[in-house]
């Protein structure tokens, strides 16, 4: 624990204008970021007497180690570089709002050639327009079907879109009238996009206009006589009217704007986040984060703000945004949400009428999310506790073990040799931290060698980083850190508690790993498979865990997940090398001309045995690269018969550039010599 004094700026050192400050680790990282109208006011407050400090406040000052600050002219600025730091260096005491999903939205291609409407999640793409968040994606897909009735725009993948453009036949919609099949040319490609077009104007609100026109037309189709054509409008009109449905009006007036409502406790905040548009709510989603920060209500809705805003433009950012405090101040917020958007925004507290009650609405959801959020974490963190405490007992550790690095070889018959590296912290995966190894510093089948390879590696890396952050440096001198500016590292974080999949060698293979490396603070175990002891370095007997056990239940979970990583891994390395081909090792060659080469050939063994003037025939070939080719395959040794398991019979002419079978069912070939499946298993 440091003390705050050690590292407190000289008097008139910090400067008395906006900027944002860092608060760093002994290990160089990031922990905290702040911004503030005054630096010199803002930092003192940090500075003063421990005991006055709220509790979480004091643990962050006293975990830090030093204080530094940028800065800049504007709030507005400070606004911005803080949001950057804090998504840049994710310090562990700030607010950071976690989703429990990844929300699915209604989105219309708009950069394709004929648009597709799918349900999207992850990041927004450039060219896509966006309709949501939905709290589930079945609600998406009800209203997309009613809507497809009287827009009918495309749906399909990519390739189901080709085959049946090759095929001339549409798929089942364009036979029942839910696509008007561009792909068949029913339509153009200007007469798609404008259905398209008119189906994103109605998911944006403007559905009044067109019922009327629709309306209108079914009117004229009646008086003049046609009556299946009014018919088929009418039934368009009460599909339209019963996708409205879905979303109620809550807003007059056709309003624009995001309702954000805050429930929270000592402990955690749940936000809640209804989105309007067209004075119907669109979507909803919802956050929920720790109060690792003394925080108020305000600061916890500039945070929301900053994570719901901070990679929006445009019109993704309402004219109206409402929340139940503002920012203080605000004038900068709402700046910043002005820029975002490119126009006005107006930021306030709804004080009456039809919005302060529908805000009262999104306040009871987030008060629940927070109380759901709570049963079921309850039983989880108490869990997660009573694992880490039995096994820091079990293994006789200091205290309880927060971050747990698993370790795992795996391999098939000694090829393609691999390990992983998981991490769990406080009980939950980090996959952020999850790396992979290639086994370098030799060939062929020793789990034992491989683990004290990759053990070696990693922590020889975490040393460089130890002494490149300064912290082995004499007095306060450091070493040039142009390059280190806290952004988390490969191996920069130290575990408590390391584990290895398997027993007694590659326990002892781990441990002297370490004690090479004069690392001696850092605890080493295994879990072996077959009966699920834990193994220690240096006793010939294993701690057994009873099976009941949360702590035993935690290892075999961080063992598992290594080995799953591992395998993963592995499995992508042995199908990459099956689908190598000798054209992989031709210069300039890119897939484009090796699959017009296999085309025209056939197979690399016919393309072996071309003359340069027929590899020449082939489009986009010049003579350079024919006679390049020619002597990459003159150089390559053939692959060795495909042989059928099932017949032994030798596949004369399975040579060719795709990729082989390599475990397949009874019957199918598989390359003599090469690995099968069915005779090898990994480790």
């Not at 950071?96 to 409407?117: C, F, G, H, I, Q």
């Not at 393609?416 to 060939?443: N, P, T």
Request: glycine share 6%; proline share 5%; net charge negative.
């Amino acid at each position: 624990m440091a003390d705050p004094s050690s590292y407190r700026p000289r008097p008139g050192e910090i400067p008395d204008s906006p900027g944002v400050y860092r608060f760093r680790d002994e290990h160089r990282r990031v922990i905290y970021v702040g911004k503030a109208k005054s630096l010199r006011q803002r930092l003192a407050n940090y500075f003063q007497d421990l005991a006055g400090l709220h509790p979480r406040t004091r643990t962050m000052v006293t975990t830090a180690a030093s204080v530094e600050w940028t800065v800049v002219s504007t709030e507005v600025e400070a606004l911005q570089l803080e949001y950057s730091w804090i998504k840049e260096y994710d310090p562990r005491f700030n607010v950071k709002y976690r989703d429990d999903k990844s929300y699915p939205y209604l989105a219309v291609t708009m950069n394709e050639e004929y648009p597709r409407v799918q349900v999207m999640r992850g990041h927004k793409k450039k060219g896509v327009r966006y309709f949501g968040p939905y709290g589930h994606a079945w609600a998406i897909r009800d209203t997309v079907d009613l809507l497809l009735r009287v827009f009918p725009v495309r749906t399909c993948s990519a390739g189901v879109f080709k085959n049946a453009a090759r095929t001339g036949r549409p798929c089942l919609l364009g036979y029942i009238g839910k696509c008007s099949a561009p792909c068949v040319g029913r339509v153009s490609e200007e007469e798609h996009r404008e259905l398209a077009e008119e189906f994103s104007d109605f998911m944006a609100g403007r559905t009044g206009t067109y019922i009327r026109r629709l309306e209108k037309q079914m009117t004229d189709a009646a008086e003049e006589m046609e009556y299946e054509r009014a018919a088929r409008l009418r039934d368009d009109i009460e599909a339209l009217k019963k996708a409205m449905e879905k979303s109620a009006v809550v807003l007059a007036d056709a309003t624009d704007a995001d309702l954000i409502a805050v429930a929270e406790d000592e402990l955690e905040a749940a936000v809640q986040i209804f989105h309007v548009r067209g004075g119907r709510v669109r979507g909803q989603r919802g956050w929920v984060t720790d109060k690792v920060e003394d925080v108020t209500t305000a600061a916890l809705v500039e945070h929301a703000l900053q994570q719901l805003y901070g990679e929006e433009t445009g019109d993704s950012v309402p004219k109206e945004v409402l929340v139940p405090a503002l920012p203080d101040p605000v004038e900068p917020v709402q700046q910043w949400l002005t820029d975002r958007r490119g126009a006005n925004v107006s930021l306030r507290i709804p004080q009456r009428g039809d919005k302060k009650s529908l805000m009262e609405t999104v306040a009871r959801n987030a008060q629940q999310s927070l109380i759901l959020h709570k049963t079921k974490r309850a039983s989880d963190l108490t869990t997660r506790s009573r694992a880490l405490e039995e096994i820091s007992e079990a293994l006789d550790l200091d205290s309880a073990p927060l971050r747990i690095e698993c370790y795992d070889i795996s391999h098939l018959q000694g090829d393609d040799v691999v390990a992983s590296m998981v991490v769990f912290e406080d009980g939950l995966s980090r996959k952020s931290e999850y790396r992979r190894f290639q086994i370098k510093g030799f060939e062929g089948q020793d789990d034992v060698r491989s683990m004290h390879e990759v053990i070696t590696r990693r922590f020889r890396r975490y040393l460089a980083e130890k002494e490149k952050t300064g912290e082995w440096a004499d007095g306060d001198e450091l070493t040039d850190l142009k390059d280190d500016e806290g952004r988390p590292k490969r191996f920069a974080y130290p575990p408590q508690l390391v584990v290895v999949d398997g027993g007694q060698p590659q326990v002892a293979a781990a441990k002297r790993a370490l004690d090479e490396l004069g690392i001696d603070d850092i605890a080493v175990c295994g879990l072996a498979k077959r009966l699920e002891e834990v193994w220690l370095p240096d006793d010939d007997d294993p701690v057994i865990l009873p099976r009941t056990s949360e702590g035993l239940y935690l290892l075999q979970r961080v063992r598992d997940e290594a080995h799953r990583f591992a395998i993963t891994y592995q499995r992508a390395k042995r199908a990459k090398r099956f689908r190598a081909s000798p054209l992989d090792d031709v210069p300039g060659l890119g897939d484009t001309r090796k699959q017009a080469l296999i085309k025209h050939f056939g197979s690399v063994k016919k393309l072996r045995s071309a003359t340069i003037d027929q590899i020449c025939e082939v489009p986009g070939i010049g003579r350079k690269t024919a006679e390049t080719i020619a002597v990459a395959l003159a150089q390559a040794a053939p692959a060795a018969p495909a042989v059928n398991t099932a017949t032994g019979e030798i596949m004369e002419d399975m040579e060719d550039g795709t990729p082989g079978t390599t475990a397949g069912a009874p019957g199918e070939p598989v390359p003599a010599g090469a690995p099968d499946e069915r005779r090898g298993q990994e480790t």
